[in-house]
């Protein structure tokens, strides 16, 4: 029986949290060497209300941990973040390894988009940028990610989508 105290136990998820020792000189020391055997990456906007609600949905969907994967955020989110420049991280990462990738957006007004553009145009958008990643990055698992506010203040609901079979297949 593995015992939860030792940083050396497997674990059962592709996560390395109980991996991480801490020496008397405030380093972090990563004890497996392989234990980023599954990367990920995440594209999402910048917005405050939803950031952190997002990368929590992706995390539940993927089963990676907060270091198992690399952000990358901008005014608009994935659907506008498809310029050359925004494009070097989603790149520099898949030749990275990583093989799960996120891209999301918000509704509930974002500051990316017009003024007045409804939830349904912006969700549309992230469905077409998901199904353009699905087709750039092949061998990678794809889900995109769409928050709104909740019916409650504070409250904050997440769609997951997939991306269409006939993008994940072309």
Same mark, same amino acid.
């Given at each position: 029986?593995? /015992? /939860?105290?030792?940083?050396?136990?497997?674990?059962?998820?592709?996560?390395?949290?109980?991996?991480?020792? @801490? /020496?008397?000189?405030? =380093?972090?020391?990563?004890?497996?060497?392989?234990? *980023?055997?599954? #990367?990920?990456?995440? %594209?999402?906007? $910048?917005?405050?209300?939803?950031?952190?609600?997002? @990368?929590?949905?992706?995390? #539940?969907?993927?089963?990676?941990?907060?270091? +198992? *994967? =690399?952000?990358?955020?901008?005014?608009?989110?994935?659907?506008?973040?498809?310029? %050359?420049?925004?494009?070097?991280?989603? $790149?520099?990462? *898949?030749? %990275?390894?990583?093989?799960?990738?996120? =891209?999301?957006?918000?509704?509930?007004?974002?500051?990316?988009?017009?003024?007045?553009?409804?939830?349904?145009?912006?969700?549309?958008?992230?469905?077409?940028?998901?199904?353009?990643?699905?087709?750039? *990055?092949?061998?990678?698992?794809?889900?995109?990610?769409?928050?709104?506010?909740?019916?409650?203040?504070? +409250?904050?609901? $997440?769609?997951?989508? %997939?991306? +269409?079979?006939?993008?994940?297949? +072309?």
């Amino acid at each position: 029986m593995a /015992d /939860d105290n030792d940083p050396k136990a497997p674990t059962d998820t592709p996560s390395h949290e109980h991996a991480v020792t @801490q /020496d008397a000189d405030a =380093w972090s020391v990563f004890v497996d060497a392989n234990e *980023y055997s599954i #990367l990920g990456f995440l %594209q999402m906007c $910048i917005e405050r209300r939803f950031h952190l609600a997002v @990368q929590e949905r992706f995390r #539940l969907e993927t089963k990676l941990a907060e270091t +198992d *994967y =690399w952000m990358h955020t901008g005014v608009g989110g994935s659907p506008k973040m498809e310029t %050359q420049t925004h494009m070097e991280a989603p $790149i520099y990462c *898949y030749g %990275q390894g990583a093989r799960i990738m996120g =891209w999301s957006a918000h509704g509930s007004k974002c500051g990316g988009f017009r003024p007045g553009t409804p939830d349904t145009e912006i969700l549309k958008a992230l469905k077409e940028t998901l199904n353009r990643n699905a087709k750039r *990055y092949p061998d990678a698992r794809h889900l995109g990610l769409f928050a709104k506010e909740g019916e409650h203040a504070g +409250d904050v609901e $997440i769609l997951v989508i %997939q991306p +269409d079979p006939v993008a994940a297949e +072309d």
